[in-house]
């Protein structure tokens, strides 16, 4: 170990150097450094195999009159081979990086896929007007593909215990009846004023808190409430394919898919269930819970007739829409539960602002979805009170 020193010294009157003969020299004395090769944390910055110098030792051992001044040390330690202090922050801002390059691909997968299955979705409903059926298959083949994935051990199956599940119960159900109403509310509206309601999800969000949790929020997120309302009133009166079904379907997915995110915060608390297997555990039992409900309002006859008339009116291409529109279902809800697992909630709140734009956009331009000026103020309107809720709540 090499140690670099400067010492600095006043010039001290004659009394002083007088004093100072008949005292002894004071003998500095250095605290001993711990031996890098006894450090064993493998992550260690510092190499053990270098000379460590010790720089910048300002009025080491002086005397002022008759008493020792108190040391003062600025010490910098830097490698044999470097010319500057190591950057701690810039270690910190590499590891950084990759971590915000996983979030921005997750975030560009998400809103794909959910595009993605938006237009085929609309496609198999507007072939075949069966949502319940369209529903069950969804959460049946993403069920189907995680079963798979478990077997051949392509993913780790989750371990579940009897209160898992009874925690997931209530999640499960909010769920179920969210995907059911979505999906009745596009099979009779356009898909942008599906998600143009939908976008109002935040303003039941603080109701159902305010009113039955007993939360309160600060001024500006009640401010915020004002455009999302205002925003989605104006989309609706001026929608010129309105219809009060899928109105009422939008609005009832937002209430359900509240109230499972407040399921999901209470009852998947301290559990170690990742976002993947969590959103695959929540699928199976939907499934479990749709398949009798969608079996006594539809029915296996007017499934095959259904089914025959698409065939008939669109051919095999009716099969592939069916098998995309449930497993990009699946995917893109994957993703984002994935997501959550590796960002705020706030900006999780966010990504599904920016989603909503790229489903609306991309919905009016490929199925030709006929808009008003006054139509599209109110959807922007919508969703910029949306930003400015997650805004408001952080």
């Known amino acids: 170990m090499i140690f670099s020193v400067n010492q600095s010294?006043?010039?001290?009157?004659?009394?002083?150097?007088?004093?100072?003969?008949?005292?002894?020299?004071?003998?500095?004395?250095?605290?001993?450094?711990?031996?890098?090769?006894?450090?064993?944390?493998?992550?260690?910055?510092?190499s053990a195999w270098k000379p460590l110098y010790l720089s910048s030792v300002e009025s080491f051992g002086s005397y002022d009159g008759s008493r020792a001044r108190k040391l003062k040390f600025e010490c910098e330690a830097y490698e044999a081979d470097q010319s500057e202090p190591i950057d701690t922050n810039i270690q910190q801002a590499g590891s950084a990086a990759p971590q915000r390059l996983k979030i921005g691909i997750y975030f560009a997968t998400w809103w794909a896929l959910n595009v993605v299955f938006n237009i085929y979705n609309k496609k198999v409903l507007n072939a075949f007007p069966y949502p319940w059926l369209t529903s069950t298959l969804s959460l049946a083949t993403g069920s189907l593909m995680m079963l798979i994935s478990w077997a051949t051990r392509i993913a780790e199956a989750p371990k579940t215990d009897l209160e898992f599940w009874k925690a997931l119960t209530p999640v499960a159900v909010a769920h179920t009846i969210g995907h059911v109403a979505a999906t009745v509310s596009m099979s009779k509206v356009a898909v942008s004023f599906t998600h143009i309601i939908k976008s109002g999800e935040p303003a039941f969000s603080v109701i159902v808190s305010r009113f039955l949790l007993g939360e309160t929020f600060p001024v500006s997120v009640y401010l915020s409430l004002l455009p999302i309302i205002g925003g989605c009133g104006l989309a609706a009166v001026t929608e010129l394919n309105f219809n009060m079904t899928g109105f009422m379907g939008a609005m009832i997915s937002n209430v359900a898919f509240v109230f499972r995110n407040i399921f999901s915060k209470r009852g998947m608390k301290g559990k170690s269930v990742g976002g993947m297997n969590y959103y695959a555990c929540l699928s199976m039992l939907s499934l479990v819970l749709l398949t009798p409900f969608a079996v006594a309002v539809e029915g296996p006859q007017m499934w095959a007739a259904g089914w025959q008339k698409a065939l008939s009116e669109i051919g095999p291409n009716f099969i592939w829409w069916v098998a995309a529109q449930s497993v990009f279902y699946h995917l893109y809800n994957q993703v984002s539960y994935m997501s959550l697992n590796e960002i705020s909630p706030l900006t999780f709140s966010i990504g599904n602002t920016m989603k909503r734009i790229s489903v609306i956009v991309s919905s009016i331009i490929i199925f030709h979805t006929p808009v008003q000026p006054i139509n599209a103020l109110g959807a922007a309107i919508a969703i910029l009170g949306t930003f400015l809720y997650s805004q408001a709540k952080q």
């Open 9 to 46: 010294s006043t010039a001290l009157a004659g009394s002083d150097l007088l004093l100072r003969q008949k005292l002894p020299s004071p003998k500095p004395r250095f605290s001993s450094l711990p031996s890098l090769l006894a450090i064993k944390n493998p992550k260690s910055t510092l």
